[in-house]
């Protein structure tokens, strides 16, 4: 068996380390080519320390010069690297067969087209990318014949109940509907009276996944469902009415497909992300993941609500902005990256981020999005209206 070299953009993060345990497991079929995070240079230099990569990539000058010499002393080979121009050559080179795109927000959308336009197998996680530019990125899969495996657990779970042909459109297999399930996040049941006091911690407690905090937060607003409903539209050519949000807490079945005849195909498991990353990494074959096998009787029962769009204002919001398409995702992308940012510094309340996301649509207007020039510019534009906004205090 070919060892697969692999590049993990975002490997200090929660899906960075969930895949770095996956490859840990398996060391006669992965080997880590590079690792790329931001700014956590001890946990990137104990990463290091053990997957011994060719290079390793971090925000900037300083910060690459320290882990330069933590390497250096600890005899490591190592090269450093920085920015994004570093980020973009790790997820193109000729020796990388695939490429983990785990960076969080819009930071990783050009990263992760490079890997698609160098053709890459590419396992996306980052789903802001499809949420900016998801004409732009898969015309480059295409193009380029990269093959595109998601790794968010609802498409991975969609990936897995379609057939492999999925490719020639929906319709044409049979596909009625694409039922992408929600856990609600910590807050389905407050009451809304105390949402407006609600803290960037008991936000980021999410009852069945541990994660980043800016995803953690998307799950609380459900602005989480809202990016997955364009992701979902993007990667299976779906369209909009045929994705139905469902409501299931327990966060057991990770998504299914409703067929013309009847059927419906879920894919059911523990909420461990290492399963739809092991599921990437090894596709089309399976491979141990560390995950507790499903115990059905101790689950005992499932339940299923339609999804509040009153409450969860960021959910329709995503439905709008996905019929409207162009700019549109991206700018909402971008005010809500803004919103987050804004929410876990205590410059913004939780209800401010819904509201905070909607006043930047209803100010900015969308245009085709067209090239990635396009899409940087309206990102640009509605993070600066975004900022601005909260500077002034309007959304407290
Ligand atoms: P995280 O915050 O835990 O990790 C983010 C990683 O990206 C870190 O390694 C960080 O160093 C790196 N990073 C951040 N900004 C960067 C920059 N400017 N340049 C280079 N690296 C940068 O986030 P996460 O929870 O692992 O999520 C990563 C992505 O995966 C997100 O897009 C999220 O929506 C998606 N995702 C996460 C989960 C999950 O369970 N955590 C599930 C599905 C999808
Ligand atoms: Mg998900």
């Not at 459109?169 to 039922?179: E, N």
């Not at 299914?256 to 092991?278: E, K």
């Not at 596709?283 to 141990?288: D, F, G, H």
């Not at 299923?304 to 919001?317: G, I, K």
């Amino acid at each position: 068996m070919k060892i697969q070299n692999i590049t993990v953009l975002g490997s200090t993060g929660s899906i960075g380390m969930s895949t770095l345990d996956v490859i840990r497991r398996h060391p006669d079929r992965f080997h880590v080519f590079a690792l790329c995070a931001h700014s956590q240079v001890e946990s990137l230099f104990a990463q290091c320390l053990e997957f011994r990569p060719e290079f390793a990539v971090v925000r900037d000058a300083q910060l690459a010069a320290q882990l330069a010499e933590l390497c250096r002393s600890a005899g490591l080979l190592t090269e450093v690297r920085y920015g994004v121009e570093a980020l973009i050559e790790m997820s193109a080179a000729p020796e990388v067969d695939s490429v983990m795109a785990a960076i969080v927000g819009a930071a990783g959308l050009e990263p992760t087209l490079a890997a698609a336009r160098a053709g890459k197998k590419l396992m996306l996680a980052n789903k802001e990318v499809l949420v900016m530019a998801g004409e732009l990125f898969m015309h480059a899969v295409r193009e380029h014949g990269a093959t595109l495996l998601p790794v968010d657990s609802e498409h991975n779970a969609i990936f897995q109940s379609l057939p492999a042909d999925f490719g020639r459109g929906l319709a044409a297999c049979g596909v009625q509907k694409i039922l992408l399930t929600a856990s609600g996040g910590p807050f389905r049941n407050t009451p809304l009276a105390d949402l407006s006091a609600v803290t960037p911690d008991a936000a980021c407690a999410h009852p069945n996944w541990v994660m980043g905090r800016k995803i953690s937060v998307d799950s609380a607003t459900m602005m989480n469902k809202g990016l997955e409903v364009i992701e979902a539209h993007w990667i299976f050519a779906a369209p909009p009415e045929m994705i139905q949000v469902v409501v299931h807490p327990q966060s057991v079945i990770h998504s299914a497909v409703q067929f013309a005849d009847g059927s419906v195909l879920a894919q059911m498991g523990n909420p461990d992300m290492r399963t739809p990353i092991a599921y990437a990494m090894a596709y089309p074959e399976r491979i141990a993941a560390g995950v507790e096998p499903l115990d059905l009787f101790k689950i005992a029962r499932l339940e299923f609500y339609e999804p509040d769009f009153e409450r969860f204002r960021c959910l329709q919001l995503a439905y709008d902005v996905l019929r409207e398409g162009g700019t549109a995702p991206a700018i909402l992308n971008a005010a809500n990256e803004t919103a987050v940012a804004a929410f876990l510094a205590g410059s913004l309340p939780f209800l401010g981020i819904a509201r905070l996301n909607e006043a930047t649509l209803d100010a900015l207007p969308a245009r085709p999005e067209g090239s990635l020039e396009d899409v940087l510019a309206a990102d640009a534009e509605a993070r600066l209206f975004a900022c601005q906004a909260i500077r002034e205090n309007s959304f407290s």
